[in-house]
């Protein structure tokens, strides 16, 4: 009997790969962020209060969390591109779904669902596209993935909006069945596993599921998800004020430290942190999740500004955010073309000191700044982001062995995931101190032994006058009046503070540059001579 030989496939254009699998990761990024500007019409339809929708984007960052670190695990078991394919699958099935819901139960269970299929998305895509691109061309390949990651929170509200003005809130999920079935099909056509990662992964697959790491997966996905339930809702119950939050904390980092022990000694680990070892990997890693960090702290707190501060509806606001999307757009293909030309270490540093000096910009920031104002700082902010992304990404897993990328990859993601969460959590609890403080600050401010004080409440007082009332009357009502302008006052230097804090500790990761030193010229990611099918 002739022994079965394996036809190689012609080479597929890179180019198509790389479309094929953006399209998922895409949609997955945008879909983090999308869902936030619908919240109130979906609570009025599921009949839901406001602390109960939170959880339908707890739900979907929980599951994400919990997939992306098992990212290679999962790989080695089935193949990147089914596991690709099968995450897709299970994210536009979800996203059907949270479109039919009717009731807060069901439509957090398939937000789950979803979050579960967007998990593995981006690892692997990230892990995809460094095997398919030649070592010259990784910073191109990392620019794509950076578009696609950094872009769709940018754009995901204003979106949201738009469709949520427009059709119904429904369509912000069913809008991705088109998209994502397209890049299904585009994926079932173009993307081919290397073979030579293919063997490396059914060898190691085999070991696996000879000895499946089940005690890791179960101390990962406890700890995981208790982490990221104390972020996510930690800042509603007051943090350590709350029994519920800091058993989960402290459980959290119980199953962490167990995870940990496990992996170091399991002889088939489910996750390879092992990773961690290399340097370069390690801080460029640490630097990606403080930038998620300070991104999605901004992604929370210009809307907010813009809105209750300065008057926007949530459109405009929308519309004044979308030039960072822009400008990311137009630079980020500019640094993977010079990335193999420039130290990443000074892109990097560049990256920093333009997101320090739009933070800069911010802080200055008052009640009579307008869209251009804005726009502007913001801009600013896009440029840096730009510079961060691409490097980091290429940089972190240069020295990756290429069998192991998905690993690194899922690692990765996570941390930038954990990252935002984090900006997030400390952001929105910092507001709300720095708001009573700075209150507390103003009102001491406002004694009626200072002429000026009285002048302001005297006038405040005639115009009300002027308007009809009398004077008992015109007077409470300026004392209203002027409690609100301290309010907005306070709120403004509470934001302003907090503008100026991102920009401070984004400096505290430029030490970890001295660590981000390469050989770009013998990434083992190199393309594969030739590929095949899964």
């Given at each position: 009997m002739?022994?079965?030989?394996?036809?190689?496939?012609?080479?597929?254009?890179?180019?198509?790969?790389?479309?094929?699998?953006?399209?998922?990761?895409?949609?997955?990024?945008?879909?983090?962020?999308?869902?936030?500007?619908?919240?109130?019409?979906?609570?009025?339809a599921?009949?839901?209060?406001?602390?109960?929708?939170?959880?339908?984007?707890?739900?979907?960052?929980?599951?994400?969390?919990?997939?992306?670190?098992?990212?290679?695990?999962?790989?080695?078991?089935?193949?990147?591109?089914?596991?690709?394919?099968?995450?897709?699958?299970?994210?536009?099935?979800?996203?059907?779904?949270?479109?039919?819901?009717?009731?807060?139960?069901?439509?957090?269970?398939?937000?789950?669902?979803?979050?579960?299929?967007?998990?593995?998305?981006?690892?692997?895509e990230?892990?995809?596209?460094?095997?398919?691109?030649e070592?010259?061309?990784?910073?191109?390949?990392?620019?794509?993935?950076?578009?696609?990651?950094m872009?769709?929170?940018?754009?995901?509200?204003?979106l949201?909006?738009?469709?949520?003005?427009?059709?119904?809130?429904?369509?912000?999920?069913?809008?991705?069945?088109?998209?994502?079935?397209?890049?299904?099909?585009?994926?079932?056509?173009?993307?081919h596993e290397?073979?030579?990662?293919?063997?490396?992964?059914?060898?190691?697959?085999?070991?696996?599921?000879?000895?499946?790491?089940?005690?890791?997966?179960?101390?990962?996905?406890?700890?995981?998800?208790?982490?990221?339930?104390?972020?996510?809702?930690?800042?509603?119950?007051?943090?350590?004020?709350?029994?519920?939050?800091?058993?989960?904390f402290?459980?959290?980092?119980?199953?962490?430290?167990?995870?940990?022990?496990?992996?170091?000694?399991?002889?088939?680990?489910?996750?390879?942190?092992?990773?961690?070892?290399?340097?370069?990997?390690?801080?460029?890693?640490?630097?990606?999740?403080?930038?998620?960090?300070?991104?999605?702290?901004?992604?929370?707190?210009?809307?907010?500004f813009?809105?209750?501060?300065?008057?926007f509806?949530?459109?405009?606001?929308?519309?004044?955010?979308?030039?960072?999307?822009?400008?990311?757009?137009?630079?980020?293909?500019?640094?993977?073309?010079?990335?193999?030309?420039?130290?990443?270490?000074?892109?990097?540093?560049?990256?920093?000191?333009?997101?320090?000096?739009?933070?800069?910009?911010?802080?200055?920031?008052?009640?009579?700044?307008?869209?251009?104002?804005?726009?502007?700082?913001?801009?600013?902010?896009?440029?840096?982001?730009?510079?961060?992304?691409?490097?980091l990404?290429?940089?972190?897993?240069?020295?990756?062995?290429?069998?192991?990328?998905?690993?690194?990859?899922?690692?990765?993601?996570?941390?930038?995931?954990?990252?935002?969460?984090?900006?997030?959590?400390?952001?929105?609890?910092?507001?709300?101190?720095?708001?009573?403080?700075?209150?507390?600050?103003?009102?001491?401010?406002?004694?009626?032994?200072?002429?000026?004080?009285?002048?302001?409440?005297a006038?405040?007082q005639?115009?009300?006058?002027?308007?009809?009332?009398?004077?008992?009357?015109?007077?409470?009502?300026?004392?209203?009046?002027?409690s609100?302008?301290?309010?907005?006052?306070?709120?403004?230097?509470?934001?302003?503070?907090?503008?100026?804090?991102?920009?401070?500790?984004?400096?505290?990761?430029?030490?970890?540059?001295?660590?981000?030193?390469?050989?770009?010229?013998?990434?083992?990611?190199?393309?594969?001579?030739?590929?095949?099918?899964?």
């Amino acid at each position: 009997m002739q022994p079965v030989v394996a036809v190689a496939r012609p080479k597929v254009n890179k180019w198509l790969v790389t479309v094929s699998v953006t399209f998922g990761t895409l949609m997955g990024a945008i879909d983090a962020s999308i869902v936030n500007v619908a919240l109130p019409h979906i609570r009025g339809a599921v009949g839901a209060t406001v602390q109960e929708i939170t959880w339908i984007s707890t739900a979907f960052a929980l599951s994400t969390v919990l997939v992306m670190p098992l990212t290679g695990f999962l790989g080695r078991l089935f193949g990147q591109k089914r596991v690709y394919m099968l995450c897709l699958c299970l994210f536009l099935l979800g996203s059907a779904l949270c479109g039919t819901a009717r009731s807060l139960f069901s439509l957090v269970i398939y937000r789950a669902l979803q979050g579960f299929g967007a998990g593995a998305l981006q690892p692997t895509e990230q892990a995809i596209l460094r095997q398919t691109f030649e070592p010259k061309e990784q910073g191109m390949a990392m620019a794509v993935f950076s578009l696609a990651v950094m872009v769709g929170p940018a754009i995901g509200p204003t979106l949201g909006g738009y469709i949520v003005d427009t059709w119904s809130w429904q369509w912000i999920f069913y809008i991705n069945l088109p998209v994502g079935i397209l890049g299904l099909l585009m994926v079932m056509s173009f993307v081919h596993e290397d073979p030579e990662i293919l063997a490396k992964n059914r060898e190691l697959g085999a070991a696996q599921r000879s000895n499946i790491d089940w005690q890791g997966i179960a101390l990962l996905s406890v700890g995981l998800a208790s982490i990221q339930y104390f972020l996510e809702e930690g800042a509603r119950d007051d943090w350590f004020d709350s029994r519920l939050i800091t058993a989960t904390f402290c459980l959290a980092i119980v199953a962490l430290v167990a995870f940990v022990m496990r992996e170091l000694s399991c002889a088939a680990p489910a996750v390879n942190i092992r990773l961690f070892k290399d340097r370069v990997f390690l801080s460029g890693t640490l630097i990606g999740a403080v930038m998620f960090a300070m991104l999605m702290a901004n992604v929370f707190l210009l809307p907010i500004f813009m809105q209750e501060l300065l008057g926007f509806d949530a459109m405009q606001a929308g519309v004044a955010l979308m030039p960072r999307a822009v400008v990311m757009m137009l630079v980020t293909p500019i640094i993977g073309r010079i990335y193999n030309h420039v130290s990443p270490r000074l892109i990097i540093g560049v990256g920093v000191l333009f997101f320090c000096y739009g933070a800069y910009a911010m802080s200055h920031m008052t009640l009579q700044s307008g869209r251009a104002d804005v726009t502007a700082t913001i801009a600013i902010q896009g440029i840096g982001f730009a510079c961060l992304f691409v490097p980091l990404t290429t940089t972190a897993l240069a020295s990756i062995p290429r069998h192991l990328l998905s690993d690194a990859a899922g690692l990765n993601s996570l941390f930038r995931q954990v990252g935002g969460s984090i900006g997030l959590a400390v952001f929105a609890t910092l507001l709300g101190q720095y708001t009573v403080h700075a209150r507390a600050s103003v009102s001491a401010q406002l004694v009626t032994t200072r002429p000026e004080v009285l002048a302001r409440l005297a006038q405040m007082q005639h115009g009300f006058v002027n308007r009809g009332m009398d004077a008992y009357a015109a007077h409470s009502q300026a004392l209203r009046a002027l409690s609100g302008l301290v309010a907005r006052e306070a709120s403004t230097l509470a934001f302003e503070r907090l503008f100026l804090l991102a920009g401070i500790a984004f400096l505290v990761v430029l030490p970890l540059l001295l660590f981000l030193k390469v050989a770009r010229t013998a990434s083992p990611a190199s393309v594969p001579t030739q590929h095949a099918d899964l």
